[in-house]
């Protein structure tokens, strides 16, 4: 017999009191860590490459072998978080996390390396999953828009914290001390998650559960796939957040350094402009998806905002610091529209396969960071002018520029793909 769901399965008769919020903020949380130990090589860059004798094109694949298992994790993530406890699943995906960040620090070339990350991304897979389940199962439908911008805005300030601080951290102490740190702070919160998170089943849910035991656990993923909506709705978001992991995960920062001659500290201060516009965005996107009968309109002028800040920011060469840094964050502002898609593929299907669905979205999410990130490592190998520096490979802004040029690309496809989607009023 499974071993369905029990412990959250309703949470109305805690509905005035702070538990939920309690409970949600600890899987939100972990969304916020992950996002921080996401986007953590990006303010390493030149650290790695030295210390583990990487050129671009391996930095790129230790980058993304994050989301080499993130991606493929996401789907199973979603219908396990409709069958079993979401408790035992975030213990189990931050210890996951954890683990990765140690074997990371200990690591001396890229495959040791490479294996800590790929941990980091197994576990990291269950925090957005578990975060949405757990808005699910406490709050109302009508407010899930909202949370799950509150969900973005807890994780892209950990992407913040990834970058300017970080980058401190690591001028100070080191890369590996800082992956130990980071490895600390997960054991700390799956103390909190095993100690708060602990809910007993109400007495009348008998039914649904044996109701639970007589649908399949591969059910909701069968409804998911065979729709045609939820691969169009999905693409449009993987299209739309890939820009995001790309930039703000890995290679925004030494591209900044190189075309404005600025150290580490300020230029990764200015790539995490790109998270504060998320962190502002997440939850203005939701309050006004919440207000209006369609979310077309929203989705549309984020492509758009989002395409014509990559122009200035890539293609305009010396712009005031100042400037750069409005661009970065209405960047990260217009790419926030995106959430809205989550909305939109849970409606279309049944609330039971709503898991499933959710992870489904976020794996089309993960997809494009995984490709991306490799790609342009490539793409900076391809174009390289044979320069070195510290005995490292030494690439140009125009190197950088090009490169990049995948992102306004995958932002088009996005925007192309808005007209197929369909959404209930």
Not at 185 to 202: H, S
């Amino acid at each position: 017999m499974h071993n369905v769901n029990n412990t959250e399965t309703s949470y109305t008769r805690y509905k005035t009191t702070y538990l939920p919020w309690l409970i949600w903020f600890l899987g939100a949380f972990f969304y916020f860590y992950e996002n921080l130990i996401q986007v953590s090589p990006g303010v390493m860059v030149h650290d790695l490459m030295r210390d583990l004798s990487m050129d671009a094109g391996q930095l790129g694949i230790l980058a993304g072998f994050f989301f080499y298992t993130y991606a493929p994790i996401q789907i199973p993530a979603g219908v396990l978080a409709d069958h079993y406890s979401v408790r035992t699943l975030l213990v189990a995906a931050i210890l996951f996390c954890t683990l990765g960040c140690a074997l990371f620090a200990t690591s001396h070339n890229m495959w040791q390396a490479s294996c800590g990350r790929l941990l980091i991304g197994l576990g990291s897979g269950f925090a957005a999953i578990c975060s949405m389940k757990l808005a699910t199962l406490l709050f109302p439908a009508r407010r899930f828009p909202f949370f799950v911008g509150l969900m973005v805005t807890l994780g892209m300030t950990g992407s913040i914290m990834g970058g300017g601080p970080l980058a401190i951290m690591v001028d100070n102490i080191g890369w590996r001390v800082t992956l130990y740190a980071l490895a600390v702070l997960g054991l700390i919160l799956a103390i909190f998650v095993v100690w708060l998170v602990q809910i007993k089943q109400p007495h009348n849910t008998k039914k649904t559960e044996i109701e639970r035991e007589k649908t399949h656990i591969l059910h909701g993923l069968k409804q998911v796939m065979s729709c045609k909506s939820s691969w169009i709705v999905a693409g449009y978001g993987g299209l739309m957040f890939a820009p995001t992991s790309i930039f703000g995960g890995l290679w925004g920062v030494p591209f900044i350094m190189r075309a404005y001659m600025v150290d580490k500290p300020t230029a990764a201060s200015l790539v995490s402009l790109l998270f504060l516009g998320w962190v502002i965005g997440g939850p203005l996107t939701g309050f006004l998806a919440g207000q209006f009968k369609t979310k077309r309109p929203i989705m549309l002028a984020g492509s758009l905002g989002a395409l014509v800040s990559l122009v200035f920011i890539l293609y305009v060469p010396h712009l005031p610091l100042a400037m750069l840094g409005f661009f970065i964050f209405t960047f990260g502002l217009a790419s926030s529209c995106l959430l809205p898609a989550f909305s939109l593929i849970k409606e279309i299907h049944d609330e039971a396969h709503s898991g499933a669905a959710l992870g489904f979205m976020n794996t089309a999410n993960m997809i494009g960071g995984a490709i991306g990130l490799p790609l342009v490592g490539f793409l900076l190998n391809f174009t390289w002018h044979g320069h070195m520096e510290h005995g490292i490979k030494a690439y140009s802004t125009s190197n950088y520029m090009y490169s990049l040029s995948i992102l306004p690309l995958m932002i088009l496809i996005s925007f192309a793909l808005l007209c197929l989607i369909k959404e209930k009023e």
